[in-house]
């Protein structure tokens, strides 16, 4: 979302004047410094149903009735679902195990229909706080049964509102008996926003019931087992350079057993191994690996998967709470087999379709490879001898298999203390090309460390800030991480890569606060923090060219609630400048573009200001958004941008001659 502005309205916030020239003010060519292209990148994680009930576009939640009391201490097999004998038929439901669609997915349903009554016996669920549907559109319903009874059984399929109105619906006959996958397309003539769905046999006999799956025929780009349109729109205009999945803490997991395993997570859905979330709800693993790698390549983002460091979270046992048992590492005697699996995961991703895991990728639909690039190894991790190990073990490894892979370790949960200097001890020891720093500190600490960057040794590993956040969604905290990412450009040699987290949040369901992206079952809500992310990801270059813009005075150039960059994309050759200020106060300055050759005649401004204390919420999504114009173009400027405010200049290099 972005907002048109009228150039006089622009006035009000923003006044561009042409300054006298001033050598020193002048861009220094020599000191173009080349900065990494995969500068800003995000963050996703399974956590607050951004997965399963969020990105994932299924609409049935608990649809292989895997639910159960580890998930969550109220949840069984029968969690969102109801037995629905409303046409008074009647007989009997259970939860079997014996003989299954698949031994990884090991609950089903058995109906014994006695008495099928006036409309049949069956199933009612209610989605995900209910399933939203639109009027005109089609999904995709699909189901496992397996009839035990001799003769075929009549099911009806239907979407109803809270009341019974039906929505839509198809019906089928079963043939034959044992588990057999059927598919039927439901056509929805009205809006709901909280539809169930009803599965009705309608005649006796007994039958399996298993897999019960609604999709909008409209996912993202259309691909089957598809995420949700909107939200994964939404994630696409942030223009990311790259994407990390699945996590967080959930790859490390609570306990070894709850280590995410990528291999579990792909080919037919209804043969992943589905496990409890870390978060205190269920994966699917619906989303996976595979999905996971096509929706990067969907979205141009690098895909950045990170995997466990052979041990579970430190906080195992007792995630945010007091007592947990503590890190575990897998047994040495397992560890051949866990780093197997980390080599794999680069074949499958690359391999060639001949290869054994190129191979599974190229069945899943994409014989291409996905051009991984990068592989993260640890979360957070408490930097422990248990750790080391197992680190080693698999660095030396996938190093020595795969020179060509990035690989990027782990410094602790802090941006200092114990885990963080030990971390760059080993990562120092090893040589590790990159080193992932996580920091949530309040919007004053990311206004106090702008220099961060400036003393890191270029010598060292270079960074990925893999998780980072102000604690909070106003315009302040923006603002803030705004200023703070003006840093992150100047010293784009050291800093690589760095994403926002966490990314979606499903309201009702939030595990952390604050989040980049809020949503509910039919809704996006971007946060300020969301729209400053975009403007510098979208607006991003591979080179810094320092001293183009300068504040006025001394004592604005010391004051750390203000940043400025310059940086130029030099694919498109477009030049970008960012003044962002979290000061209470107007900033003024001077943009010297007289180095830059022929200026094109105008460029898009792009300013985010308003009150710091807003935040844009469901009620109001719109309070603060990103308001856009096109400026005239000088070559030297001097500019006054409002207290409170991210200003984005873009000037395109058509008409620009090259600046030498
Ligand atoms: O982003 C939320 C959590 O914060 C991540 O799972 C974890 O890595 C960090 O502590």
């Known amino acids: 979302m972005m907002k048109k502005i009228a150039s006089t309205a622009l006035l009000t916030i923003m006044v561009f004047t042409w300054f006298g020239a001033s050598a020193q003010q002048k861009a220094d060519a020599t000191k173009i410094k080349k900065i990494s292209p995969d500068l800003f990148g995000i963050f996703f994680e399974d956590l607050s149903y951004a997965a399963d009930g969020g990105l994932y576009a299924e609409l049935i939640q608990n649809r292989s009735f895997e639910y159960n009391p580890a998930d969550n201490r109220d949840w069984n097999s029968m969690t969102a679902w109801k037995y629905e004998t409303d046409g008074f038929g009647y007989g009997t439901i259970s939860v079997e195990t014996a003989a299954p669609v698949h031994p990884n997915n090991p609950h089903y349903i058995l109906l014994d229909i006695q008495d099928e009554g006036q409309k049949g016996v069956g199933l009612e669920n209610s989605g995900f706080d209910g399933i939203p549907v639109k009027a005109g559109k089609n999904y995709n319903f699909s189901v496992f049964l397996n009839v035990l009874s001799d003769q075929s059984l009549p099911v009806k399929v239907a979407l109803v509102d809270r009341k019974g109105k039906e929505l839509g619906s198809s019906s089928f006959t079963t043939s034959g008996k044992g588990w057999k996958k059927y598919a039927e397309q439901i056509h929805v003539n009205f809006d709901n926003d909280s539809a169930k769905l009803v599965l009705l046999i309608k005649a006796k006999g007994k039958i399996g019931i298993d897999m019960v799956s609604l999709f909008p025929e409209e996912t993202f780009k259309n691909h089957k087992n598809g995420l949700r349109a909107d939200l994964a729109q939404v994630i696409a205009d942030i223009r990311p350079k790259f994407m990390r999945f699945p996590g967080g803490c959930l790859t490390h997991g609570d306990g070894i057993a709850n280590i995410y395993r990528w291999k579990n997570t792909i080919g037919p859905v209804e043969q992943r191994v589905e496990q409890r979330n870390i978060w205190n709800y269920h994966q699917t693993a619906g989303l996976g690996y595979f999905e996971y790698f096509q929706f990067c390549e969907d979205i141009g983002a690098k895909p950045v998967p990170v995997l466990a460091a052979g041990v579970s979270c430190q906080n195992s046992g007792g995630t945010w709470r007091i007592g947990s048992t503590g890190q575990k590492g897998i047994p040495m005697e397992e560890m051949k087999a ?230 130029r994309d030099s694919a498109t050759g477009d030049l970008i400048l960012k003044i962002a200020n979290a000061g209470n106060a107007a900033v003024s300055g001077e943009a010297d573009l007289s180095k830059i050759g022929q200026l094109p005649q105008s460029a898009t401004l792009i300013v985010i200001t308003g009150n710091p204390e807003v935040k844009n919420s469901a009620d109001n999504p719109q309070a603060i958004v990103p308001q856009s114009s096109v400026i005239k173009l000088q070559k030297k400027w001097a500019f006054t941008v409002p207290a409170y405010s991210l200003t984005v200049v873009r000037i395109s290099s058509k008409g620009m001659e090259k600046h030498k």
């Not at 074949?347 to 291409?368: F, I, L, Q």
């Not at 120092?428 to 090309?433: A, C, K, P, R, T």
């Not at 810094?544 to 940043?563: N, S």
């Open 338 to 567: 866990y780093v197997q699996d980390v080599l794999d995961l680069v074949e499958y991703a690359n391999g060639s379709v001949t290869s054994t895991w190129g191979a599974k990728r190229a069945a899943a639909g994409h014989p291409a490879p996905f051009n991984l690039e990068y592989v993260g190894i640890g979360n957070e991790d408490k930097i422990t001898g248990v750790f080391e190990k197992r680190f080693r073990m698999i660095y030396d490894a996938l190093h020595k298999a795969h020179p060509e892979i990035k690989i990027i370790g782990t410094v602790g949960p802090s941006p200092s203390g114990e885990d963080f200097e030990k971390g760059w001890k080993l990562a120092d020891q090893l040589s590790v090309g990159i080193v992932d720093e996580h920091y949530y500190e309040k919007p004053q600490w990311f206004l106090k460390n702008t220099q961060r960057y400036d003393a890191y040794n270029r010598l060292r590993s270079k960074v990925y800030i893999g998780e980072y956040a102000s604690w909070g969604n106003t315009l302040f905290n923006a603002l803030a991480e705004a200023v703070y990412m003006t840093n992150l450009e100047r010293n784009g040699d050291v800093v690589r890569m760095a994403s926002y987290a966490p990314l979606i949040a499903r309201i009702g369901h939030t595990s952390w606060n604050p989040n980049l992206i809020y949503f509910n079952g039919s809704k996006v809500f971007p946060t300020v923090n969301y729209y400053v992310q975009q403007q510098f990801a979208a607006n991003s270059g591979n080179e810094y060219l320092p001293g183009v813009i300068k504040l006025k005075g001394e004592k604005a150039a010391l004051d750390t609630t203000a940043g400025v960059s310059t940086v």
